[in-house]
């Protein structure tokens, strides 16, 4: 792998970080909720799922995860159900308080946020077809995958404390009304999220 294909990769990678999915946005909303160290221990959920992938695509099995009808249609109902369940407990929760967002672990702010990572098989797909454009074929891959998904997660914890910031920096201007408001607009995008990926096509 080159200098040049790092100084590519890494704008890139970026973007794929930052783009406002469900996982970035649950970071928001834990952050505006209940500070900026929450928004990020919750992200960290989703950072074992990625780099498990991450070592499957590695090791060849992610392309042939991605070339099973089955496997993939499971794995995306099953992901595409648990965002619109989380998406309705959202859009229905009754109007947050200070005392109602202390009274919820951190563990299950990671939790959800581990769950929506690895029910997302799309990922899979991503670092399958995102991840070759920058090795080189001439050399080992094993080494540069594995820098890859190191920079990969180092950009995700970027990007997760980029989000737990912006919602931090709205925490103040959030009143109950406007967090009982902002619930319903995630919980709306998460149930969204879901049918979209519910319905979407194979590839």
């Excluded at 709205?170 to 319903?184: D, S, V």
Aim: hydrophobic letters at 55%.
């Amino acid at each position: 792998m080159t200098l040049t294909a790092l100084a590519l990769f890494l704008p890139a990678c970026f973007a794929l970080n930052v783009a406002p999915g469900p996982n970035n946005v649950l970071a928001f909303a834990n952050a505006s909720r209940r500070g900026f160290l929450a928004g990020l221990i919750g992200g960290m959920g989703r950072m074992l799922p990625f780099a498990t992938m991450i070592a499957l695509v590695g090791l060849g099995l992610g392309a042939l995860l991605a070339l099973s009808e089955a496997a993939f249609t499971a794995v995306k109902l099953a992901g595409a159900a648990y965002l619109i369940y989380i998406g309705w407990r959202m859009w229905r929760a009754p109007a947050p308080t200070a005392q109602t967002a202390r009274d919820e672990p951190l563990s299950a702010l990671i939790r959800r946020d581990f769950l929506i990572a690895i029910g997302n098989p799309k990922a899979i797909a991503i670092f399958t077809a995102f991840f070759p454009q920058f090795t080189d074929l001439s050399a080992p891959l094993a080494p540069q995958y594995a820098t890859l998904g190191v920079l990969f997660l180092g950009l995700e914890v970027l990007a997760v404390a980029t989000y737990a910031a912006l919602g931090t920096g709205l925490k103040g201007f959030l009143t109950p009304l406007r967090l009982h408001r902002m619930n319903r607009g995630v919980g709306g995008f998460l149930i969204f999220s879901g049918l979209t990926m519910a319905l979407s096509e194979r590839h």
